[in-house]
Nanobody
Framework: QVQLVESGGGLVQRGGSLRLSCVAA????????MGWYRQAPGKEREMVAR???????DYADSVQGRFTISRDNTRDTWFLQMNDLRPEDTAVYYC??????????WGHGTQVTVSS
């Protein structure tokens, strides 16, 4: 089992920045991919950014150039730096990891609200 805890959400104005953090605990040695998803009201959950154990990153087209995912393997922690936030970025953001098993694990989510 892997437990994930997010932090860093909040309310910000258009053009502002936020940094989300996710801390993993438990059988973290089984993780191989990690990242962030989000779900806006009335919409499906979508991938925002992912990073592999090897360091490869990919982003949703809508956040490319504005968001950056990074990882600190020594602390089993990863981050999402969000710049130039827009109202359409408003959503609940979920920390995610994939582990050998195979299993997918999710955090409980953190609300990000961008006002216009």
């Amino acid at each position: 089992q892997v437990q994930l805890v997010e932090s860093g959400g909040g309310l910000v104005q258009r053009g502002g920045s936020l940094r989300l953090s996710c801390v993993a605990a438990g059988r973290t040695f089984t993780m191989y991919n990690m990242g962030w998803y989000r779900q806006a009201p009335g919409k499906e959950r979508e991938m925002v950014a992912r990073v592999t154990v090897g360091g490869s990153r990919d982003y949703a087209d809508s956040v490319q150039g504005r968001f950056t995912i990074s990882r600190d393997n020594t602390r089993d922690t990863w981050f999402l730096q969000m710049n130039d936030l827009r109202p359409e970025d408003t959503a609940v953001y979920y920390c995610w990891c994939a582990s050998y098993g195979p299993e997918n694990y999710w955090g409980h989510g953190t609300q990000v609200t961008v006002s216009s």
